[in-house]
């Protein structure tokens, strides 16, 4: 006989969220206050604002300063409790979530369930890429890539061979979108700035950095014109761009791509690879999709209804990433905004004084988009209005800063942004015994030097 899936006492409505992220959280602050008791499950037990992951990569700010921890968030919220698990199972007709974690072991049962899983990194079915070129959507991804960048930097200086030199300082970074852009940039940026001067057997700036795109164009979102400008600034920083750039196979010395154009073959060597070409979702979202007998799209995102519950399900949420709604592109304002609808329709179900609607179709407000492209340079697309520059470089940190949770973290990193953006200093380039996974993947492999 199985276990009574586990409730919190007082009988009142229980949600259960899965995922920290942005959806998630913002469901979660909500229902602050109101007549339902929360379960909060992730298997990370920090809440992580994930476009500044690639700040953290280049050593421009610490993890701390964009990865509080989700209990702290939560201990002012009563009706809320976070549990640092992972979910590894979810059954929609019995109404229960199970979450694991070493001996730990648990089912609980819901009222209402909000999916807010996120995604992962995808090769688009090439998964044996990742080895050589990781991607960056956690923390350890981003600690793991600062090890690689930097001692790529620091192997150069302790190598005689010049070939090996070379390989040591080019760096591919697969994917032109946002991230792709603003970390190509920063790259530059330690190359051309912060590393000037600091090495005695070569100058950094003879680094060769490469962005490679399957798309006509970096920052396909943001429209030709502002494609065009963030292509210039990275040109002007000296990193060769390539577009129709299709990307075969990556290995650990070399990424060969196919040019859509005209089915030529090229082959790019260099020791440090970056992926940010794409995004899958959690494979919660098929586990519920399943179920609930609607569909997934190649990036395994959910068909969902207007309300952002599944398929006959009233109930369940998915929300953020994880869903295929209106074309809805994976932002964090999009996960943001669909964490708050679902929180208030969760309360107008719970709440019989209500007079809200309780199927209200989700309607998401583009705020706009934004980018970094190097230090006083970015680009801003509001609606119609776009602008570039060190006006939008401004809005940039503006509006970021106001996102990250705490004053602390807010003080810490403007404080970081004002003194990179000033002298050529930057205060988080320490590498560690523990990143040497990292550091032994810039290691040529060789069978004649095992031998």
């Given at each position: 006989m199985s276990a009574t899936p586990y409730r919190p006492n007082g009988g009142r409505h229980h949600v259960v969220v899965i995922g920290a992220?942005?959806?998630?959280i913002n469901a979660v602050k909500q229902l602050k206050g109101t007549e339902v008791d929360i379960t909060i499950i992730d298997k990370k037990?920090?809440?992580?604002?994930?476009?500044?992951?690639?700040?953290?990569?280049?050593?421009?700010?610490?993890?701390?300063?964009?990865?509080?921890?989700?209990?702290?968030?939560?201990?002012?919220?009563?009706?809320?409790?976070?549990?640092?698990?992972?979910?590894?199972?979810?059954?929609?007709?019995?109404?229960?979530?199970?979450?694991?974690?070493?001996?730990?072991?648990r089912t609980y049962g819901f009222d209402s369930l909000v999916v807010a899983a996120g995604s992962s990194q995808s090769y688009f079915g090439n998964d044996h890429f990742a080895e050589f070129a990781p991607g960056m959507k956690t923390i350890d991804d981003a600690l793991e890539l600062r090890s690689r960048i930097v001692s790529a930097f620091e192997q150069a200086e302790l190598t005689e061979d010049p070939a090996e030199r070379e390989r040591l300082l080019t760096f591919i970074i697969v994917g032109a979108?946002?991230?792709?852009?603003?970390?190509?940039?920063?790259?530059?940026?330690?190359?051309?700035?912060?590393?000037?001067?600091?090495?005695?057997?070569?100058?950094?700036?003879?680094?060769?950095?490469?962005?490679?795109?399957?798309?006509?164009?970096?920052l396909p979102p943001f429209g030709k014109r502002l494609g065009r400008k963030a292509q210039r600034t990275l040109e002007k920083l000296g990193v060769d761009v390539r577009l129709n750039a299709m990307v075969t196979n990556v290995d650990q010395d070399t990424v060969t791509y196919k040019n859509t154009k005209d089915d030529s073959e090229t082959t790019l060597t260099g020791?440090?690879?970056?992926?940010?070409?794409?995004?899958?979702?959690?494979?919660?979202?098929?586990?519920?999709?399943?179920?609930?007998?609607?569909?997934?799209?190649r990036a395994g995102r959910v068909s969902v209804n207007e309300d952002l519950t599944v398929g006959e399900y009233s109930n369940v949420y998915v929300i953020g990433d994880m869903i295929n709604l209106n074309k809805l592109p994976g932002l964090a304002q999009v996960a943001m905004q669909g964490g708050t609808h679902v929180g208030r329709l969760i309360d107008?179900?719970?709440?019989?004084?209500?007079?809200?609607?309780?199927?209200?179709?989700?309607?998401?407000?583009d705020k706009g988009s934004m980018a970094i492209i190097s230090r006083f340079n970015a680009v801003v697309k509001m609606g119609k209005v776009e602008f570039t520059g060190i006006f939008a470089w401004l809005g940039w940190l503006a509006l970021h800063a106001t996102y990250l949770v705490g004053m602390r973290n807010?003080?810490?990193?403007?404080?970081?942004?004002?003194?990179?953006?000033?002298?050529?200093?930057?205060?988080?380039?320490?590498?560690?015994?523990?990143?040497?996974?990292?550091?032994?993947?810039?290691?040529?492999?060789?069978?004649?030097?095992?031998?």
């Open positions: 992220g942005f959806g998630g037990n920090h809440h992580l604002f994930q476009p500044m992951l690639y700040q953290v990569a280049t050593g421009m700010i610490s993890a701390s300063e964009i990865a509080p921890s989700t209990r702290q968030m939560l201990r002012g919220q009563q009706n809320a409790n976070f549990v640092n698990a992972t979910v590894t199972d979810i059954n929609l007709e019995d109404q229960t979530v199970t979450a694991e974690n070493d001996n730990f072991h979108g946002p991230t792709g852009v603003e970390l190509t940039g920063q790259i530059a940026e330690l190359a051309n700035r912060t590393f000037t001067d600091a090495f005695s057997t070569y100058g950094p700036s003879a680094a060769k950095i490469y962005l490679l795109d399957g798309a006509p164009q970096v020791a440090t690879k970056i992926w940010s070409a794409g995004v899958s979702a959690s494979p919660l979202g098929k586990m519920v999709a399943d179920q609930a007998g609607v569909e997934t799209d107008a179900k719970v709440d019989e004084e209500s007079t809200a609607n309780e199927k209200e179709p989700f309607d998401y407000f807010r003080f810490v990193t403007f404080i970081n942004w004002i003194s990179n953006a000033f002298t050529r200093d930057r205060g988080n380039l320490a590498i560690t015994e523990q990143m040497r996974t990292a550091r032994n993947a810039l290691a040529k492999k060789s069978k004649d030097s095992e031998a």
